[in-house]
């Protein structure tokens, strides 16, 4: 069973500091890994997506790991801003039935809350 | 192009009741994923429809039901209210790129609180 976690639970920095969200996953036959920012209330907003066979995305002040054999993806938020403070979420895109295509879920972390100070 | 349209945003519903949400995927997207969102289990899985058709199903008790119509426009049905259900219900569309899904973008979610 794939289970999904995000370290640390919370992150509290001041304006302009680099920082780094770490996510980990248990069961390396994944599709594609997904980041998300969801504001208090809301949907959720794709940050960023890396299929299986890349390495890294970037939009912007975002670039998204991913190592696949170990387990792992960092997501790097440079220069933070306060506008950036949300929840960040970490999914995983895997097959439940074998890997007929379609038959597919996200699994998620619990997500690590994040407040940038002015 | 409009995004994923989750219809209403908020419901009030007595424990019984059964309740429909709504959710219009981005045009051109055959794929409708539901999940349900709370602060103890965080985001679940609830089913996802491709063409009409449910391809996967989370663990959920059978009160849990949906469909997907020939526009791609999909619905889900809680029967049996029970004050567990409150939950942000959340839907996401997806494409196909060859044999890719290009990810999956979501709506903002109907809120429900069942009292």
């Known amino acids: 069973k794939q289970e999904v976690t995000q370290i640390p639970a919370a992150l509290s920095v001041p304006e302009g500091e680099n920082l780094v969200l770490n996510c980990s996953f248990t069961d390396s036959a994944i599709y594609n890994l997904q980041w998300f920012r969801q504001d208090p209330g809301k949907g959720l907003t794709s940050l960023l997506l890396?299929?299986?066979?890349?390495r890294e995305q970037t939009s912007g002040r975002l670039n998204a790991s991913l190592d696949k054999s170990s387990g792992r993806s960092t997501l790097y938020i440079a220069a933070s801003q306060p506008g950036d403070s949300a929840t960040y979420l970490c999914a995983v895109s895997c097959g439940e039935f074998g890997r007929i295509q379609g038959a597919q879920k996200l699994v998620f972390g619990q997500g690590t809350r994040l407040t940038i100070n002015p | 192009k409009a995004g994923v349209t989750q219809t209403p945003r908020y419901l009030i519903k007595t424990r019984g009741q059964q309740v429909t949400l709504s959710c219009s995927p981005i045009?051109?997207?055959?794929?409708v994923s539901w999940y349900q969102q709370t602060p103890g289990q965080g985001l679940q899985f609830l089913f996802e429809?491709?063409?009409?058709?449910?391809?996967n199903k989370g663990n959920f008790p059978g009160r849990f039901s949906g469909r997907q119509f020939s526009n791609s426009r999909s619905e889900m049905n809680v029967s049996t209210l029970e004050l567990g259900d409150s939950a942000l219900y959340l839907c996401?569309?997806?494409?196909?790129?060859?044999?890719?899904?290009?990810?999956?973008?979501f709506g903002s979610g109907t809120r429900l609180t069942v009292v």
């Open positions: 996401a569309s997806s494409v196909w790129d060859r044999s890719r899904r290009v990810g999956y973008t």
């Open positions: 429809y491709f063409s009409e058709t449910q391809r």
């Open positions: 045009s051109g997207h055959r794929s």
């Open positions: 890396i299929q299986s066979s890349q």
